[in-house]
């Protein structure tokens, strides 16, 4: 898949560090504000693909970076899971349980272990857009060879 | 209020009908975004932020995924060639007869399921919160959290949310294993 | 109860859509406005007058709130469309690749 025009090119560089920033906020604010780590992860995805789009890649880096994506979101997922079952250790043998300190309201640091499974949930998300966005593009590549 | 949206519905509506009876399929899917993006307003409207966030951009990465799609394959809709035997006039007439037939009677049956169905709902606008009050009562103190609908999704529902997530880790799966043209070794 | 009446309405075009086209990419469409009305009639059954998002607000009664359970069920919901959406599309771009074309009425031959 080759690049778009030198506009698109720097524009895109200019924008994704701001759109993966906004991402990164939603998903850390998730439970001070709307969004969280569906809507986060979401963006997140939206800013690489964006990246992918507008430079163009080989189907030799696309593969590596797909390699990647998949095992990020395999980790992202076990760890999900790591946290919930920890809870049957920390808390009264109760799955899903928020055995971390509550914090106080309003604050950034608070609501106990919401904030890690957000950050969790918004990895996965954003690695299985991503990883099945580079399996459509590397297919179509690998069809035109 | 329920005036706004019924006209964002109807909309929405319009743009369905016109996107499943589009020629070129490239304007079915700019069609597609018609319904995709007046949901969103509809959840603004309907004082859900969280959702609007999450529909606005899944809805774009659709779009992007389905026109990438599209633009490498014949994007002309399919000649609606009669796949019919040419027995005559007559045959023609029994089978238009038939299939409004079947259309209208099972545009009824859903219909009376519909009524069967809503006399249980309450109106627009006075639901009562009778499963969410128990979660909604202190449920900041309980989870710490203030936005209402993460506390819910992480720490009431946990199940459902770990169950979303395999669901989307089997989608990945199933991409990766049916778009591969190649094996990894060969 | 009209609003309710246009989300039937907007699950039954869908319906149409995947019962009467003949392209595959038009019975994922359909598919999606099935999904589509389905979220917004639990969002809209959650719905209460003149309720506020449910989100805390320093100093402010924690009160008079939307229903905040369909708002979660929906967003799971969401995300799983959309992943459910690419496994279709993706089954669809290899039949796309065997026969040539997305016409069902072509796509017949159950050998592999």
């Known amino acids: 898949m080759q690049g778009m025009s030198i506009i698109v090119k720097k524009v895109a560089q200019l924008l994704s560090g701001l759109i993966f920033m906004y991402g990164i906020y939603i998903i850390t604010h998730g439970h001070l504000t709307p969004g969280g780590g569906f809507a986060g992860g979401a963006i997140l995805a939206g800013s690489l693909i964006l990246l992918v789009l507008a430079f163009g890649s080989d189907v030799m880096r696309l593969q590596k970076r797909e390699a990647g994506s998949s095992i990020m979101e395999s980790a992202a997922i076990l760890g999900f899971l790591l946290l919930a079952v920890a809870a049957i250790i920390a808390g009264a043998g109760i799955f899903f349980y928020n055995y971390l300190p509550k914090g106080q309201l309003f604050h950034l640091v608070s609501a106990g272990v919401i904030p890690l499974y957000n950050i969790m949930v918004g990895i996965e998300v954003a690695a299985a857009l991503f990883t099945i966005f580079l399996a459509l593009v590397i297919y179509k590549e690998e069809l035109k060879q | 209020m329920e005036i706004i949206l019924s006209v964002i519905l109807i909309f929405m509506i319009l743009g369905a009908i016109f996107a499943l009876h589009a020629k070129d399929l490239l304007s079915a899917l700019?069609?597609?975004?018609?319904?995709?993006?007046?949901?969103?307003?509809?959840?603004?409207?309907?004082?859900?932020?969280?959702?609007?966030?999450?529909?606005?951009?899944?809805?774009?990465?659709?779009?992007?995924?389905?026109?990438?799609?599209?633009?490498?394959?014949?994007?002309?809709?399919?000649?609606?060639?009669?796949?019919?035997?040419?027995?005559?006039?007559?045959?023609?007439?029994?089978?238009?007869?038939?299939?409004?037939?079947?259309?209208?009677?099972?545009?009824?049956?859903?219909?009376?399921?519909?009524?069967?169905?809503?006399?249980?709902?309450?109106?627009?606008?006075?639901?009562?919160?009778?499963?969410?009050?128990?979660?909604?009562?202190?449920?900041?103190?309980?989870?710490?959290?203030?936005?209402?609908?993460?506390?819910?999704?992480?720490?009431?529902?946990?199940?459902?949310?770990?169950?979303?997530?395999?669901?989307?880790?089997?989608?990945?799966?199933?991409?990766?294993?049916?778009?591969?043209?190649?094996?990894?070794?060969? | 109860m009209t609003l309710y009446l246009l989300c039937f309405l907007l699950f039954l075009v869908g319906l149409y859509g995947v019962l009467t086209r003949r392209n595959l990419i038009k019975i994922v469409i359909g598919l999606s406005f099935m999904e589509f009305s389905i979220f917004l009639l639990l969002v809209l059954i959650g719905y209460v007058k003149g309720g506020e998002a449910p989100i805390l607000q320093p100093g402010m009664p924690a009160t008079g709130f939307v229903d905040p359970l369909p708002q979660a069920m929906v967003l799971t919901a969401i995300v799983i469309g959309l992943a459910t959406n690419a496994m279709l599309l993706a089954i669809a771009i290899r039949l796309y690749k065997k026969y040539g074309t997305f016409d069902i009425r072509k796509i017949n031959q159950l050998k592999g």
């Open chain 2, 30 to 186: 700019v069609s597609m975004g018609i319904v995709g993006y007046g949901l969103v307003i509809c959840f603004l409207l309907l004082k859900a932020p969280d959702l609007a966030i999450v529909q606005i951009v899944v809805e774009t990465i659709t779009l992007i995924i389905m026109v990438a799609i599209v633009l490498d394959s014949t994007r002309h809709e399919l000649k609606e060639k009669a796949a019919i035997r040419h027995d005559g006039q007559s045959f023609m007439n029994t089978r238009l007869v038939g299939n409004i037939f079947i259309a209208v009677f099972l545009g009824l049956v859903l219909f009376y399921s519909f009524r069967l169905a809503s006399a249980h709902l309450t109106e627009f606008g006075e639901h009562g919160l009778r499963m969410a009050g128990a979660y909604m009562e202190g449920a900041a103190g309980k989870t710490g959290s203030v936005n209402l609908v993460t506390g819910v999704l992480f720490d009431f529902r946990g199940y459902d949310t770990l169950g979303e997530a395999t669901i989307l880790f089997t989608a990945v799966v199933g991409v990766l294993t049916v778009l591969r043209l190649k094996g990894k070794h060969s």
